[in-house]
Structures are given as structure tokens and as C-alpha cells.
């Protein structure tokens, strides 16, 4: 149907539409240089990221794709089918990145938990191997304790990587950083340690004391 058809093509639409505000905007301000292009996203972003480094690799050059779902026929039906209609045959094949993957040109880095029940990493793994039989070239972290989030070691790998990959720039040796994820679990243990006497582990980036090593 004309419904599903429009569905189907709604993403490439949409960064079709990131494309040409790029080039506006790098028209109007100098210091924007449209020939180094970096995308990065999460989850449906991870998606996003994911299928434009391989749907437009003649724009973007660098992406950093987290706990994409890379195929709705591995994710909630709730969710591929709002935006992309029922299964029917093959209609799904043209959403899959996998499809598209021998387009890569670009520098593209995967980072999926391998605890996260939200979106599979299995759409991660069929993707890899679409790669990896196209003969392309990426870059993978796995993160063997993160659920459908990230961490402070993983954000900074993300920085470094566009650093690395589009600025050309040196990392900054021995950098640390505390991910939002971790920021706000330790929040959320404080006050439920303040409001009803659970015992909570230090904040990110703190120190044990020598009497909470002590008791350890």
C-alpha cells in the first residue's frame, strides 16, 4: 500500500533532511566543514546511525552506531510495524541494514551490552556478518555487563573515536569520564540509601574510605 511504502521510506527521508541542513548550514556558517561528516546515535539512533553510514556513504564518513536495533524483524512488533507496516514477504528486507551493508565506505564503530533484553544484540550479529561477507572494514565494543546503556569507559571511546577518525586529533592519555547511565544509577542508590537506610556503593569516579575498605 501507499501507507507502508511511505513508512518504508520515511527514514531515508528524514536523513535526506539531515543532509541538506547540513550542507545549509555549512553554506551560511564557514567554519562548518561538510566533508567530514560524523553521525552517532543510540538504540533507534544506533539504528539511524547505522543505515546512514551505508545508505549515504558518499556523506557520512565516521559513525559510532549504540545498541541499534538493525532489524525491526528482531525488535518489538509494536514498533517496526507503526512505522513500517506488517510483515509481507519480503517487505522488510529494504529497512534491514544488513541489506545495504556492502555499501559501507566510512569508519563505523558498534557498541552494544551484551545484557541488554531491550534490543537483542542478535540484529547486531547478522548485520557483522553482512559486513564481514561484503568484505568491509569496522570497529566493535562489546560491553560484557551493560544493558540497554552505556558506560563511562564506552563514551569515552566514542570521543576518541571521532577524535581519531574525522578530526585527526590525539586522545587525551589516562582521560577518564562518568556516563549519564552511571550518574544517575548513583543518584538513584543515594536517595534510596537516604530514604530507607540502604547501604549504596560510592558514586562513580570516588574513592572507598579506609573504613569502607576496611569492611569490605
Known amino acids: 500500500s501507499t501507507r507502508k511504502e511511505s513508512s518504508a521510506a520515511s ?3 528524514k536523513r535526506q533532511d539531515h543532509i541538506a541542513a547540513i ?3 555549512a553554506e551560511r556558517y564557514p567554519y562548518i566543514d561538510d566533508t567530514r561528516v560524523g553521525i552517532f546515535g543510540f538504540s533507534g539512533g544506533g539504528y539511524m546511525t547505522a543505515n546512514a553510514m551505508v545508505r549515504f556513504p558518499e556523506f557520512f564518513d565516521v559513525g559510532v552506531a549504540g545498541a541499534g536495533n538493525h532489524d525491526q524483524r528482531l525488535f518489538w512488533s509494536t514498533w517496526g510495524e507503526r512505522y513500517h507496516g506488517e510483515a509481507d514477504g519480503d517487505n522488510y528486507l529494504s529497512q534491514a541494514t544488513s541489506t545495504h551493508a556492502d555499501k559501507l565506505q566510512g569508519d563505523l564503530l558498534f557498541m552494544h551490552g551484551m545484557m541488554d ?10 548485520l557483522m556478518q553482512a559486513l564481514i561477507d561484503a568484505n568491509k572494514d569496522f570497529d566493535l ?8 546503556t552505556s558506560n563511562g569507559w564506552a563514551e569515552r571511546r566514542l570521543w576518541e573515536y571521532f577524535l581519531e577518525n574525522l578530526a585527526g586529533s590525539e586522545v ?21 540509601a537516604q530514604r530507607y537506610g540502604i547501604s549504596a556503593p560510592p558514586e562513580p569516579g570516588s574513592e572507598l574510605s579506609s573504613d569502607e575498605e576496611a569492611g569490605k
Open 23 to 25: 550542507k545549509q548550514l
Open 117 to 126: 533484553f531491550g534490543v537483542h544484540p542478535a540484529a547486531l550479529f547478522q
Open 172 to 192: 587525551l592519555p589516562g582521560f577518564k569520564l562518568d556516563s549519564v547511565f552511571e550518574t544517575q544509577a548513583a543518584q538513584g542508590e543515594k536517595l534510596m
Open 141 to 148: 565494543i562489546l560491553l560484557p555487563q551493560a544493558g540497554h
Open 11 to 13: 527514514d531515508v527521508y
